[in-house]
């Protein structure tokens, strides 16, 4: 281990198929955070997954790599693998350990024995998720429970994510959001490899996965009077059934490219659209969404808290084919109003700056270091009310920054939440509104979130 700079911290970053980035938004802000953290002066290590034949470097942007392997079943890589993170780490101590997904809570009372401070990336509402059996929904509610009991402190990306720990723990959070990409300048010429041209076609980039509305978002454009061709970016391994489906109620204007993995393609994919339709419901803070905003593409969106938190006025919302319909005849008989939108998306990307994430993970990092945090924890005991957060967004005002910290309505039964320099409370009032578990992917940058 290398020697400590003054100041330094030595911080591990677990529970993600780990970097370079080849796969979703948990990739990507380890990638994103992790170097920042190393260009500030710290000592990052980052537990990656092996894979078959991939390579193992020892070092990635500054950041030290550990790989182990994983049980190659969607219902134990993840857990597996952050297991033999944690058996690492433990006799490799470092300042403050990032645990990404809340699946992995099991391990979180390992850290804590050993007297790791830890704080836990909860990620969405995973148990929402249809690709779960009932067990697996079960165990998703029972770690989210584990999580809020045994972290030091939970991060949200998204205020809905935020309001949901609040409401249904009495937990606080704090709210860190992704980064959006910013594609100025992406050109245009890679569209010729796949026969489109600039503002000629709506886009989707999205896993087939039912929360992920795939299905509503094909059905509409099918059934409307749309003019460019709907191009489908993405697939899941896990559920041909489902993929099945969506093809099925396509017509010959819907064009499926499957998974791209040339970043320059996608990034002009994005940057080109006359519209992006973004159906992700249950994740919090969308990567795919944020890379729209980006690119200052017009984004048609689910209507869901955590959409409205990222689009604002901006954004045309659907929930049923009947609104897709809508949205695309609207999107292609006002074009400038279309591209009056695409502008506003892009202004509102600049909330959501990686130096400012990474400098919130660097703030909480050495809070935890500090141990500035009480030593008792909310039960992990849920309140009783049932809470659909995330599949509504019509209880939800205006949103919160994306950098400001959630503070429990009940703060006076728990603990209150960690104080962190330079974050300052967020309202007790309702705001407005991962890591998948499958095979490896090629080296791309959320290609499909």
């Known amino acids: 281990m290398p020697p400590r700079r003054s100041g330094a911290l030595r911080i591990a970053l677990v529970g993600t198929r780990g970097v370079p980035a080849r796969y979703g938004g948990f990739e990507t802000a380890v990638e994103e955070v992790g170097r920042r953290l ?9 537990y990656c997954r092996t894979t078959t034949g991939g390579s193992q470097p020892a070092t990635h942007l500054g950041m030290r790599l550990v790989h182990l392997p994983a049980l ?45 401070p830890v704080a836990t990336h909860v990620d969405g509402l995973e148990w929402k998720r249809a690709k779960w059996g009932g067990i697996g929904k079960r165990y998703y509610r029972v770690v989210e429970a584990l999580s809020v009991r045994w972290s030091d402190a939970l991060i949200a990306d998204a205020q809905g994510i935020a309001d949901y720990y609040r409401d249904e723990f009495a937990a606080p959070t704090q709210h860190i959001a992704y980064g959006a990409p910013k594609t100025d300048g992406a050109g245009s010429d890679r569209l010729a490899t796949v026969d489109l041209t600039p503002g000629g076609y709506h886009l989707v980039v999205a896993r087939f996965e039912p929360e992920n509305h795939v299905d509503v978002i094909v059905d509409g454009y099918r059934r409307s009077d749309a003019e460019l061709p709907l191009v489908v970016v993405g697939s899941a391994p896990y559920a041909d059934d489902y993929t099945r489906h969506v093809h099925a109620l396509a017509d010959d204007r819907v064009r499926f490219l499957g998974g791209v993995w040339d970043q320059q393609l996608l990034d002009q994919l994005y940057a080109n659209c006359a519209t992006y339709l973004h159906g992700h419901s249950v994740g919090g803070t969308n990567p795919s969404l944020l890379r729209a905003i980006g690119a200052g593409a017009a984004t048609i969106a689910y209507d869901v808290s955590f959409n409205r938190e990222v689009l604002e006025s901006s954004g045309r919302y659907f929930r049923t084919p009947g609104d897709v319909i809508t949205a695309l005849h609207e999107a292609e008989d006002e074009p400038e109003k279309r591209r009056r939108r695409g502008k506003r998306a892009r202004l509102l990307a600049a909330r959501y700056d990686w130096d400012h994430v990474a400098s919130r993970y660097e703030e909480l990092c050495r809070a935890l270091a500090a141990r500035a945090f009480p030593r008792s924890r909310p039960s992990g005991r849920r309140l009783g009310a049932g809470h659909p957060v995330g599949l509504s967004a019509e209880r939800s005002p205006a949103p919160a920054s994306p950098g400001q910290e959630t503070r429990s309505a009940t703060a006076s039964r728990v603990r209150p939440p960690l104080r962190v320099a330079g974050a300052e409370p967020a309202s007790a009032e309702p705001a407005a509104a991962g890591d998948s578990v499958g095979p490896e992917a090629p080296p791309a940058r959320a290609a499909q979130s």
């Open 72 to 116: 190659r079943r969607r219902s134990l890589e993840t857990l597996s693998h952050t297991g033999l993170s944690v058996a690492h780490l433990l006799t490799h101590r470092v300042d403050a350990a990032i645990v990404f997904n809340a699946a992995n809570a099991p391990w979180l009372p390992f850290l804590r024995a050993a007297h790791v």
């Open 38 to 46: 190393v260009e500030a002066g710290h000592d990052v290590v980052v």
